[in-house]
T-cell receptor, first 115, second 117 residues
Framework: QQQVKQSPQSLIVQKGGIPIINCAYE??????FPWYQQFPGKGPALLIAIRPDVSEKKEGRFTISFNKSAKQFSLHIMDSQPGDSATYFCAASTYYGGATNKLIFGTGTLLAVQP | ETGVTQSPTHLIKTRGQQVTLRCSSQSGHNTVSWYQQALGQGPQFIFQYYREEENGRGNFPPRFSGLQFPNYSSELNVNALELDDSALYLCASNPLGGGTTSYNEQFFGPGTRLTVL
């Protein structure tokens, strides 16, 4: 119930394409869903995050779509560039006053954007 | 504003030894979480420290322990190192209990790469 399932494991797109990465969760108590980008040898960097009260959030070229009833959320990268080539992780967490807000991560998607 | 920093960058130890990793939280953040990231995997939550006390723990044995100091910096200690402890250890900070929507935003440091031989 604590798992976050992420797909695909890897993805190759051409420059300008729109890669889509999907995640699914079981725990309905999750109330925060971030996406992180990680380059080799670096720590994850927060890209964008969404709460369950909205169905979509856009920040620059990154969009999260959220389907509460299906317990799924996805990341879309518009006009992808070779510099977007990295590993992307979805995550989820829950927070109640005084409790930990630990992040549960998906298994990651290795994205390659070809020039 | 200074981001999350970690030291050392890389570390090589032998099985059975002990190791201490250090983390300085982002300015204004009172909570530090530690994660273990094995090669090709997502980060796994080890534990979190809030106001110098452990505030939640993942599925890691007691030989993984930590501290948080009054300036909110933190240490991760691992005793009796095993080969499977080889991983990237990540520290993340956030302003827990701030009463704002940003309380869940965890910002990660660059990590410490631990190799156990």
């Amino acid at each position: 119930q604590q798992q976050v399932k992420q797909s695909p494991q890897s993805l190759i797109v051409q420059k300008g394409g729109i890669p889509i990465i999907n995640c699914a969760y079981e725990n309905t108590a999750f109330d925060y869903f971030p996406w992180y980008q990680q380059f080799p040898g670096k720590g994850p960097a927060l890209l964008i995050a969404i709460r369950p009260d909205v169905s979509e959030k856009k920040e620059g070229r990154f969009t999260i779509s959220f389907n509460k009833s299906a317990k799924q959320f996805s990341l879309h990268i518009m006009d992808s560039q070779p510099g977007d080539s990295a590993t992307y992780f979805c995550a989820a967490s829950t927070y109640y006053g005084g409790a930990t807000n630990k992040l549960i991560f998906g298994t990651g998607t290795l994205l390659a954007v070809q020039p | 504003e200074t981001g999350v920093t970690q030291s050392p960058t890389h570390l090589i130890k032998t099985r059975g030894q002990q190791v201490t990793l250090r983390c300085s939280s982002q300015s204004g953040h009172n909570t530090v979480s530690w994660y273990q990231q094995a090669l090709g995997q997502g980060p796994q939550f080890i534990f979190q420290y809030y106001r110098e006390e452990e505030n939640g723990r993942g599925n890691f044995p007691p030989r993984f322990s930590g501290l948080q100091f009054p300036n909110y910096s933190s240490e991760l200690n691992v005793n009796a190192l095993e080969l499977d402890d080889s991983a990237l250890y990540l520290c993340a900070s956030n302003p827990l209990g701030g009463g704002t929507t940003s309380y869940n935003e965890q910002f990660f440091g660059p990590g410490t790469r631990l190799t156990v031989l």
